[in-house]
């Protein structure tokens, strides 16, 4: 049948008219796909903006912002199976929203103490091709399955090297190193990046986490300094982005445990250098707050940049050794005297807690032996229990 006179304009302005409606409804849909995406990496709540474009009322109650909570600490071969599961509780205690291991699962060259002592093996000991096949899933079996459903980041050390390699271990943790968070936030700075690597970053409530891989002497290699480098000036320019936590294995060098840090190799010291002199220039130019953890010394110290070295080349930057999850306990270096606090003989974490104009405050939680759960006293004996606390230390 022909259209009336008339009505063909007047039917193309109305599908002109639906055409802009809906060109117009699916821009809001992607600002609220968009603005979720960057919510769920920032680990923060939707903004009002996305609030209003999803049809929520705008004048929704607005929660006032509080500090949050956070924890750390490496080192866990030898007495980490009893140690860590004292850790675990006592972090989920706290509230914090997660766990951050810095490396050093398991001995690796060697059976360690714990798994020596677990009923299965005392009366036939590991050799260490049976040791070897079985450190990795005992360390998630009785360290990390404590930790139930709270997100434990993984760093990785240099005993994680001793027997295996970097591929390995990221075959063996591949879960934790390709996690959603950490899998979303490396595709949205490259989307090239299909495969996880053992450095990574997340964002957490407008602070930037950045885990780094030293286990090995050539580190920090080419690519990783690349990789880090780009993350950090896109730190810089991101205003959301108010505090930088850089954690790694060994400490950066100069440091007061330099004699057990990334000073043990040129390379070491080369590439570890301009990673400081890069966070304080992140520091001083962008106005960034920086944090810089490690472990590896099996001993807890604040203030280890407070050096002569670092005095003349720069600044201090605030930083913590923290290798006290359960590793044969060190002696402190000499220069001990001069960090802020320093401790051996202890197992325990660090926890931070964030506050809301992105300030850090960190304190040493201590793990005491009656803290040691009723089930693996009951596994590994009271008296292995014991010999952890009082026995696994180079330091007496």
Known sequence: MACPAGSLPRFRAVQSTLAKRQRTMKRRLLLVMATLALAFLAGGQVS????????????????????????????????????????????????????????????????????????????????????????????????????????????????????????????????????PKLRARRLLDDPRRLDPRTYYHWTQHRVDFINLDNATEEQFDADQMAWFETTLRSDMADRRIRTIVVGMHEALPESLGKAHSMNQSAAGIDSGRRVYADLLRARNTAQKRIYVLASHSHYFMDGVFNTDYWKRHGGVLPGWIVGTAGAERYALPEEAARARAAETNVYGFLAGTVHVNGDIQFAFERVSEPEIPAAVVARYTPEFVHWCFAQNSAAH
């Open 48 to 179: 009002s903006q996305a609030q209003a474009a999803g049809n929520h009322p705008a004048s929704a109650p607005k929660s006032k912002p509080a500090p949050w909570k956070f924890a750390v600490s490496g080192d866990s071969r030898n007495c980490g199976d009893v140690v860590m599961p004292a850790i675990a509780s006592r972090v989920r205690q706290t509230g914090a929203l997660f766990y951050w291991h810095l490396g050093d699962f398991r001995k690796m060259v060697g059976p360690d103490e714990d798994i020596q002592h677990q009923p299965e093996h005392r009366a036939a000991p590991l050799s260490e091709a049976e040791y070897a096949a079985l450190a990795w899933k005992d360390f998630l079996d009785s360290q990390i399955a404590p930790f139930g459903s709270l997100p434990v980041y993984l760093g990785i050390g240099n005993h994680e090297t001793a027997r295996k390699t970097r591929a390995d271990f990221m075959v063996q943790f591949r879960d934790w190193l390709d996690a």
